[in-house]
């Protein structure tokens, strides 16, 4: 059974879609089979691995509202064996009006990616930058949420309401989510403000932090306009490495989980 996991934040320009497209692709590049989901309308991370989301037929959002099996969606990305692509389109921003009298509404996303979970190790879900439906539908469909934070002034305002959200959706819609992680993104080790907020949220957070702090990094930067993950554009650059070492943390600490689940299971 694979793992679902959202990347999710109502702030803008956190790196919610760098993290989505270098973690899928790094996930990729280790050997797991990866899905990765573009559930943001702006389409970026279809883009950013080679699709112009104008010559998208069906995506995501037909998905969702016109019940079109989600097999016949997925594409080959082309760029890496082990990674397949659920892309987005423009009209997923309708989606949501279009949504709101549908029964169970919450859960489309859901319906329509935990069949696949047994044919993926990670499906990685792109959300976009607000705490509406369709972020909600992402939540609902994943077992876990990756919580990208910049390393800026603003870093932590609205954590708290993201975090609000999560637990609501934890306890009326899907009691299986857990926070994966809160990942630290554009870092600068030349500024004492990124490393006051880094202090910052390993204080308050402690073991939600995950190790693996993403750089500002030029190459991180410029992949997208390749439409290559940084993996591919320069696999030796700052951003490259620090996606393949989260990627790393994520595997060891669910193979941990998994192990433990295994033990507990033969005890019983």
Partial sequence: ????????????????????????????????RTLLVDADPQANATSGVGYDPKDIQNSIYECMVDGINA???IVPTNILPHLDLMPSHID????????????NREEKMKEALRPLA?????III??????????????TAAHSVIIPVQCEYFALEGLGKLLNTIKIIQSRLNTELEIEGILLTMYDVRLRLSNQ???EVRMHFQQLAFDTIIPR???LSESP??????????????????????????????SVEATEETAEDERI
């Fill in 217 to 219: 990094n030029v190459k």
């Fill in 126 to 139: 792109d959300c976009s930058p607000s705490l509406g439906l369709i972020t909600v539908n992402a939540l």
């Fill in 225 to 254: 306009s390749f439409g290559i993950p940084v993996i591919l554009h320069d696999a030796e650059s700052k951003g490259s490495i620090s996606y393949l070492n989260l990627a790393r943390e994520i595997v060891e600490k669910n």
């Fill in 1 to 32: 059974m694979g793992k679902i996991i959202a990347v999710a934040n109502q702030k803008g320009g956190v790196g919610k879609t760098t993290t989505s497209i270098n973690l899928a692709a790094s996930l990729a590049a280790l050997d797991y």
């Fill in 71 to 73: 097999h016949d969606i």
């Fill in 92 to 103: 997923l921003v309708g989606a949501e009006v279009e949504m709101i009298n549908l029964p």
């Fill in 197 to 199: 907020v880094v202090e």
């Fill in 118 to 122: 047994a044919e993926y190790d990670f």
